[in-house]
T-cell receptor
């Protein structure tokens, strides 16, 4: 059974600081997704990583994938308050594709 | 706005009852997925349909069923409801069969069972 673990589960940081969220998973996969969720809202797609060594950046967020280590990271650079949300990673471990197993989420709070 | 539409947004019902959640995927998307989000279970995959056919099944209870219609909208039927079924139910869609497609989520349907 595919297991996806994120850490930390909760992150409180000051504006302007950098930090990294980690996503570990238990079985071989080269399809890793990152989503953002505001309280009570939908899941917003941030990144889709499809190969070992993939790196994608959007604004202050950068995601990477190491399939050999079964690890993805979401790096936050110079955090701003608007980044406060819960971030989920999800792994597609299904051969036919697109069946996502989600991590428990990392609740990020950026203090002004 | 992801383009995935779900109704109703909120629903309160009693134990033992049956409800139907409806989803319209993004225009042109053939795949529809249902996920459940609860505090104790997190986000769990329930079921996937592709162009009207069931493609994958996750942790979906026997009391739950789904279908995708010829116009590609989907319905999730929840019956004999229990307090523990209270959750946020998401529908999602993606463009085509295969791997690596972006999966877009709707706003969700909040179900409260009392």
């Amino acid at each position: 059974e595919l297991k996806v673990e994120q850490n930390p589960l909760f992150l409180s940081m000051q504006e302007g600081k950098n930090y990294t969220i980690y996503c570990n998973y238990s079985t071989t996969s080269d399809r890793l997704y990152w989503y953002r969720q505001d309280p009570g809202k939908s899941l917003e797609s941030l990144f889709v990583l499809l190969s070992n060594g993939a790196v994608k950046q959007e604004g202050r967020l950068m995601a990477s994938l190491d399939t050999k280590a079964r690890l993805s990271t979401l790096h936050i650079t110079a955090a701003v308050h608007d980044l406060s949300a819960t971030y989920f990673c999800a792994v597609d471990g299904y051969n036919a594709g697109n069946m996502l197993t989600f991590g428990g989420g990392t609740r990020l709070m950026v203090k002004p | 706005d992801s383009g995935v539409t779900q109704t109703p947004k909120h629903l309160i019902t009693a134990t033992g009852q049956r409800v139907t959640l409806r989803c319209s995927p993004r225009s042109g998307d053939l795949s529809v997925y249902w996920y459940q989000q609860s505090l104790d279970q997190g986000l769990q995959f329930l079921i996937q349909y592709y162009n009207g056919e069931e493609r994958a099944k996750g942790n979906i209870l026997e009391r739950f069923s789904a279908q995708q219609f010829p116009d590609l909208h989907s319905e999730l039927n929840l019956s004999s409801l229990e307090l523990g079924d209270s959750a946020l139910y998401f529908c999602a869609s993606s463009a085509r069969r295969g791997v690596g497609n972006t999966i877009y989520f709707g706003e969700g349907s909040w179900l409260t069972v009392v």
